[in-house]
């Protein structure tokens, strides 16, 4: 690895992967005028994200076209329906913006029908479950240690309580997805739905694999891909679009638009699909968000759109080597996507994850505790941290930011009891936020 990059030396243009951003620009004069709290609370959070470093890696930062888009004046319109079949008048342009919405999506990942309407990307397994399954049936998936997801089975969602669920997991020894076990709990537990795509597995799916052994048992297959939609679009990530029966996502994390979720499917069960999110699951969709999805869609088909994913990839890649560097165990020796998760137990046996995550949160670097696969912690203090790259790819940090930034997580967590070293890592934060800003002045 080579030598951290000085203030200066790090300003890698944001504009290559977001071009002409206007500034942030927001007085909040209006909300001011009726609720003073609430706008001193907006306003912080406009500082607070400015002035720190956004890891966690289900968030992002969206242009302010979106941010525009979503506070729109759509947020008074109810649009029950779909486009051209709505249960109320006046949802002409609703009904504009929702169709470029399902268009543009089409276009980026390929599929035959899409689904923009789910309020997030719970609800659009949600919808997938309530359009295929009986309560009772089974399911399939990762366990949540391993890097799955609440939505896929765990006891204390709904999930959990309707179906009957059994989870497979990765290989203790690589950290990689254990397919053959896969295989092997799927021919003895016969599910009528096996879920892929996850919340913190760190490597490619190999979605064909996956779909050959639910076509064995004869399974659906649904493909979650919440967090690296974006990266699916660019095309640097294999897509299951295709290959399996639904893919479901988020629409903001690595895509940047609109906050929501989304289905997509074939034409055979469009229908289904469409009838489990409205009526079945919700009513008047957000078409204020699902104007931001619309506009961040359009923007991800940019050129530049590619090139920014790519660098989340490559900036995760240079975070995993300088982890390594430092000694810290990486679950699966690295990654292949947005994010890193770190086990700490071998580093740093005494730090459970929550008290590295206060420590670095002290210093400007907002991260999140995470279960690792064999946890033996809490998961409300567990014995992980998850650290992604969408938000500073988006902020303009290029390899040579980004392993400055590795480095000092490792000097926090290093030092996590030690305020003057804290102090002095958030110092070099400001300097790094203040080289690059959200959104220009």
Same mark, same amino acid.
């Given at each position: ?138 399911? %399939? ?8 997801? %609440? ?25 990689? %997805? ?253 300097? %790094? ?9």
């Amino acid at each position: 690895m080579g030598v951290p990059a000085e203030a200066g030396s790090v300003t890698a243009d944001r504009h290559t992967y977001w071009p002409e951003q206007p500034a942030f620009g927001m007085d909040y004069e209006q909300v001011r005028a009726v609720d003073p709290a609430v706008a001193d609370a907006l306003a912080g959070e406009d500082d607070r994200q400015e002035e720190t470093l956004a890891m966690i890696a289900s968030e992002n930062h969206v242009s302010k076209a979106v941010l525009e888009a979503q506070g729109s004046a759509l947020t008074n319109k109810y649009a029950e329906g779909y486009p051209g079949k709505r249960y109320y008048a006046g949802c002409e342009y609703a009904d504009e913006i929702e169709q470029l919405a399902i268009d543009r999506a089409k276009e980026l990942w390929g599929a035959e029908h899409v689904n923009v309407q789910p309020h997030s990307g719970t609800q659009a397994n949600q919808a997938v479950y309530f359009a295929t399954l009986e309560p009772g049936d089974k399911i %399939l998936s990762l366990d949540l240690t391993h890097g799955g997801h %609440l939505s896929h089975g765990h006891p204390a969602n709904f999930v959990g309580q309707f179906y009957e669920v059994e989870q497979y997991e990765v290989d203790p020894e690589t950290g990689y %997805l254990d397919y053959e076990g896969l295989a092997e709990m799927a021919d003895e537990f016969d599910p009528d739905m096996i879920v892929s795509g996850y919340s913190a597995y760190p490597r490619e799916v190999e979605w064909q694999r996956i779909q050959d052994v639910a076509d064995e048992v004869g399974a659906y297959h649904l493909a979650d891909i919440a967090h690296i939609t974006g990266l699916v679009a660019a095309g640097v990530h294999q897509s299951p679009v295709g290959v399996t029966d639904f893919v479901t996502g988020s629409t903001h994390k690595t895509i940047r638009a609109g906050r929501g979720g989304i289905v997509m499917t074939s034409e055979e069960h469009a229908d289904d699909i469409d009838n489990a999110v409205f009526p079945g699951g919700q009513g008047g969709p957000l078409m204020h968000n699902i104007a931001g999805k619309a506009v961040g869609f359009k923007e991800a088909l940019e050129p530049e759109f590619e090139e920014y994913a790519q660098q989340v990839v490559d900036n995760a890649d240079v975070l995993a080597e300088t982890f390594a560097d430092h000694g810290f165990e990486l679950v699966s020796g690295g990654t292949d996507t947005h994010l890193v998760l770190v086990d700490l137990r071998e580093s740093h046996p005494d730090l459970p994850g929550g008290e590295a995550e206060e420590a670095l949160a002290d210093a400007g670097i907002v991260l999140n505790a995470n279960t690792v696969p064999g946890e033996t912690r809490s998961p409300f203090n567990p014995s992980g941290i998850r650290a992604g790259t969408p938000g500073l790819t988006t902020r303009g940090f290029d390899e040579a930011a980004t392993e400055e930034v590795g480095e000092l997580i490792y000097r926090v967590v290093d030092n996590h009891d030690d305020e003057s070293v804290i102090d002095e890592v958030g110092d070099r934060i400001d300097e %790094l936020c203040g080289a690059h800003p959200l959104y220009d002045e």
